[in-house]
């Protein structure tokens, strides 16, 4: 049963930093793909990084070099840095883990954790 947890979010002030933490478990498919997500209120859930298990990441467009993803393979813990914080990236972040390599269709991940809110004040 894969299983993902997140941590990490808070209220900080724009400008600011987070690292988002999710440790990941039982995924053992010989593909696999996981990925950070966020969706703000009354808007559809987006896709932002991606991280497959080759190492390859790819960044959604929006990104432009303010998030940053990394993993610790010996805690099995996915982080997601975000640098430069801005109040339109309040929203709930979701880590997300598909047993295969993936885009960022929200519907091609059948595995989610329960979020953690990031709230950004101008």
């Known amino acids: 049963q894969v299983q993902l947890v997140e941590s990490g979010g808070g209220s900080v002030q724009a400008g600011g930093s987070l690292r988002l933490s999710c440790v990941v478990s039982?995924?053992?498919?010989?593909?696999?793909?996981i990925a950070w997500f966020r969706q703000a209120p009354g808007k559809e859930r987006e896709g932002v990084v991606i991280?497959?298990?080759?190492?390859?990441?790819t960044y959604a467009d929006f990104v432009k070099g303010r998030f940053t993803i990394s993993a610790d393979n010996a805690k099995n813990t996915l982080y997601l840095q975000i640098d430069s914080l801005k109040p339109e990236d309040t929203a709930m972040y979701y880590c997300a883990a598909a047993e295969d390599w993936v885009s960022f269709g929200a519907h091609e991940y059948a595995y989610w954790g329960q979020g953690t809110q990031v709230t950004v004040s101008s």
């Open positions: 991280l497959y298990n080759d190492g390859s990441k």
């Open positions: 039982g995924l053992t498919a010989r593909r696999s793909s």
